[in-house]
T-cell receptor, first 116, second 113 residues
Framework: AQKITQTQPGMFVQEKEAVTLDCTYDTSDPSYGLFWYKQPSSGEMIFLIYQGSYDQQNATEGRYSLNFQKARKSANLVISASQLGDSAMYFCAMREGSGGYQKVTFGIGTKLQVIP | DGGITQSPKYLFRKEGQNVTLSCEQNLNHDAMYWYRQDPGQGLRLIYYSQIVNDFQKGDIAEGYSVSREKKESFPLTVTSAQKNPTAFYLC????????????FGPGTRLTVT
């Protein structure tokens, strides 16, 4: 089974609107973490937000929030008030385990395009 | 400014040649990583290093080699044994392998013809 599933190859959103990018994950490890990264056309991966499996509240970072539904194994990224600069690829990723090396697995990404 | 540098941005090589991609960080991070990205796919781990003079294979290490002689540097060599070397290569670092956040370099796009 895929560790990280991103089912939306591409998404469009109107500028200033909110958008949700989907991510589901699969792990049997009780300790894990979920990330979202942004990759603009320049190629660099930019860390956006992190959610630990034991965190009680959903993570938020400015306009980014992570809608963490543990029972459903989903970790959707919500971007509020979209801006043209938000157009990029977005990757969901998961680290598993605790102590020592914790492998990080990436999804295949969602391409977001913000329309003026 | 602290960060990760990768050079060059674009690299072209003939088939059968080995090529070394550089990765330097001044973040004082212990752990460093190399990923490969192909179109329509996520990042796949090639090698990682938790500490100087130590490194481990990732998911797709065949045809690649690395060294970690200095904390700041983690060069990746793409050997002629790598069957499909054309890809985008990203280097990353983190405070430790337990740290949740990896910082990425700008990447090197390698084209082998």
């Amino acid at each position: 089974a895929q560790k990280i599933t991103q089912t939306q190859p591409g998404m469009f959103v109107q500028e200033k609107e909110a958008v949700t990018l989907d991510c589901t994950y699969d792990t049997s490890d009780p300790s894990y973490g979920l990330f979202w990264y942004k990759q603009p056309s320049s190629g660099e991966m930019i860390f956006l937000i992190y959610q630990g499996s034991y965190d009680q509240q959903n993570a938020t970072e400015g306009r980014y929030s992570l809608n963490f539904q543990k029972a459903r194994k989903s970790a959707n990224l919500v971007i509020s008030a979209s801006q043209l600069g938000d157009s990029a690829m977005y990757f969901c990723a998961m680290r598993e385990g605790s102590g020592g090396y914790q492998k990080v697995t990436f999804g295949i990404g969602t391409k977001l395009q913000v329309i003026p | 400014d602290g960060g990760i540098t990768q050079s060059p941005k674009y690299l072209f090589r003939k088939e059968g040649q080995n090529v070394t991609l550089s990765c330097e960080q001044n973040l004082n991070h212990d752990a460093m990583y190399w990923y490969r990205q192909d179109p329509g796919q996520g990042l796949r781990l090639i090698y990682y290093s938790q500490i100087v003079n130590d490194f481990q294979k990732g998911d797709i290490a065949e045809g690649y080699s690395v060294s970690r002689e200095k904390k700041e540097s983690f060069p990746l060599t793409v050997t002629s044994a790598q069957k499909n070397p054309t890809a985008f290569y990203l280097c990353a670092s983190s405070r430790g392998t337990e740290s949740y956040e990896q910082y990425f370099g700008p990447g090197t796009r390698l084209t082998v013809t």
